[in-house]
T-cell receptor, first 111, second 114 residues
Framework: GIQVEQSPPDLILQEGANSTLRCNFS?????LQWFHQNPWGQLINLFY???GTKQNGRLSATTVATERYSLLYISSSQTTDSGVYFC?????????????FGKGTHLIIQP | KAGVTQTPRYLIKTRGQQVTLSCSPI?????VSWYQQTPGQGLQFLFE???????NKGNFPGRFSGRQFSNSRSEMNVSTLELGDSALYLC?????????????FGPGTRLTVT
């Protein structure tokens, strides 16, 4: 089945810093999503980005489907950006379908 | 437009009991998927329902089951609970499935089995 790897696993930054989170996937995919899991456990949609670049405020994402990776950029970090960031891709076949998630990047923004 | 809702939000059960969790998708969405999140295994796909039919299933034992109603609301049931079933259970809705449509997640149900 498809493998999804995220890096770095942990990241501690000061407020105002910029960061880049990476997601590598092992096979071609129809789409890719980035989520932010808040402290209460809810997954918040950040980007639905099969390819190309999208921006939403201080966040942007780029997916290079031909090279099987996606990047999430966070600029001018705020403490509310803290949490776990997941990328996920759809998987079909091999005994288990659904979205396959990476293990996440745990981001801590210190004031 | 209202988001995905899940009830209950928290639940404590005893080993051997059974539990039913509920998920109401975004209006107009016909696909509902369920996921289990644990610290050890991360987020894992349980199953997907579309138009009242189970369309896809993950690698979980038969104790985990679900159904979908004509209004697209979905329930999942876990019978004969085990300690290892303690987890955050998340449901996701999409227009027509995870392959080609954006998934939107509910707030989750946190299940503790004692």
């Amino acid at each position: 089945g498809i493998q999804v790897e995220q890096s770095p696993p942990d990241l501690i930054l000061q407020e105002g810093a910029n960061s880049t989170l990476r997601c590598n996937f092992s096979d071609s995919v129809n789409n890719l999503q980035w989520f932010h899991q808040n402290p209460w456990g809810q997954l918040i949609n950040l980007f639905y980005i099969p390819s190309g670049t999208k921006q939403n405020g201080r966040l942007s994402a780029t997916t290079v489907a031909t090279e099987r990776y996606s990047l999430l950029y966070i600029s001018s970090s705020q403490t509310t950006d803290s949490g776990v960031y997941f990328c996920a891709v759809p998987k079909r076949g091999g005994g288990a379908d659904g979205l396959t998630f990476g293990k996440g990047t745990h981001l801590i923004i210190q004031p | 437009k209202a988001g995905v809702t899940q009830t209950p939000r928290y639940l404590i059960k005893t080993r051997g009991q059974q539990v039913t969790l509920s998920c109401s998708p975004i209006s107009g969405h016909r696909s509902v998927s369920w996921y289990q999140q644990t610290p050890g295994q991360g987020l894992q796909f349980l199953f997907e329902y579309f138009s009242e039919t189970q369309r896809n299933k993950g690698n979980f034992p038969g104790r985990f089951s679900g159904r979908q109603f004509s209004n697209s609301r979905s329930e999942m049931n876990v019978s004969t609970l085990e300690l290892g079933d303690s987890a955050l259970y998340l449901c996701a809705s999409s227009l027509a499935g995870f392959l080609d449509y954006e998934q939107y997640f509910g707030p989750g149900t946190r299940l503790t089995v004692t």
